[in-house]
């Protein structure tokens, strides 16, 4: 009886310090990681995610936001599309898509500027900087000449 209960004591002991084990290795790891972000997240990431710079968080909501809007406005374009008649109305349609579809990249090129850069960040960051204000200003401008 004593021997049962000797072994019972220390099962319950080697449970105990594996329980504490798991404990402070979850916390270390934990520690290492910002608030808010999972473990496996890799470091240049984390700007999207972590609790204690709230400027990314954000930034990505209203980027999110501006690029779900963009969204609908393209579809309202498109579903809309088939039902104007005169020609008039329906010549500028194309512009107006390319200018939204410019202004959904540049509100998808926010998540760019947000995240840690390295060599292929920044070169997208310039590359698609330049390209996408072109689209978006040259549509207007063309918008502009047509309408004169």
């Not at 520690?31 to 890799?42: I, K």
């Not at 501006?66 to 329906?90: D, N």
Request: aromatic share 10%; hydrophobic share 55%.
């Amino acid at each position: 009886m004593f021997v049962a209960s000797e072994r019972k004591m220390r099962a319950h002991q080697v449970l105990t310090f594996l329980l504490l084990f798991v404990i402070t290795s979850v916390a270390s790891e934990n520690a290492s990681t910002s608030r808010g972000c999972g473990l496996d997240l890799l470091p240049q990431y984390v700007s999207l995610c972590d609790l204690d710079a709230i400027w990314g968080i954000v930034v990505e909501a209203v980027a999110g936001a501006g690029a779900l809007i963009t969204l609908l406005l393209m579809l309202i374009l498109l579903v809309r599309l088939p039902f104007i008649k005169e020609k008039e109305k329906k010549s500028p349609v194309g512009l107006h898509f390319l200018f939204l579809l410019g202004t959904l990249g540049l509100f998808g090129l926010t998540f760019a500027f947000i995240i840690q850069e390295d060599e292929t960040i920044c070169s997208v960051r310039r590359f698609l900087w330049g390209v996408l204000f072109a689209l978006c200003f040259s549509c207007l401008l063309s918008q502009a000449w047509r309408v004169r």
